[in-house]
């Protein structure tokens, strides 16, 4: 029995719903509640997990999770406990990219960014990567593979291989390169 636990995390609006869309595809096992609706933001839909936003008050339902993916902003990383294994797939992306993403998605929700600048935002941004994969990389029980967005949007089959080779050979690499790639990027090029 697989004991490891898989989380796909990032900032937000990093292409971590389409990392989920990629391992669903490949044949692995997600945990997502689908409370979170697909829309015009994310078409394909957020593969979000409520129980996730709560891990610092309750961490019960993660044994549940061995052997599956689910995803979970970098944020709440801090609260993992150590008594887990964890595999972390962490994406980034071109800052400007994730600052443009998450202004048209505010704009639609028609939610303000409480005055704060794009400018301010990816600095804060910045700052918070820093110390998180700090943090990730002096712990002994998270193994993490970081993903760049945007070069896995110009090489998806060569990042698909490093990504079944991480997960120790779960996924199907074929149903993961033809059904998510071929089909679903240019939707996350045209919304993410």
Known sequence: MDNVITIVSGLPR????MMMQIL????M??????????NEDNPLGYYEYERVKKIKDDTGW??????????MISQLL???????????????????EILASQSKMLERMGSSKDG???????????????KIIDWIEGRKYIDVLYIDYNDFLINPDEHI????????????????VNNVILILLPAHQKNC
Request: proline share 1%; aromatic share 10%.
């Open 14 to 17: 990093s292409g971590t719903s």
């Open 24 to 27: 669903e595809s490949g044949g």
């Open 29 to 38: 096992e997600v945990i997502t509640d689908n409370i979170r609706k697909a």
């Open 62 to 71: 993660l044994k549940e999770t061995r052997g599956k993916a689910f995803k």
């Open 78 to 96: 801090y609260d993992l406990p150590s008594n887990e294994n964890y595999k972390v797939i962490f994406m980034k992306r071109k800052m400007s």
């Open 116 to 130: 704060i600048s794009d400018e301010k935002m990816g600095e804060f941004f910045d700052k918070h990567l820093s």
């Open 161 to 176: 291989k490093t990504l079944n080779r991480f997960l120790n050979y779960k996924l199907n690499e074929e149903k993961a």
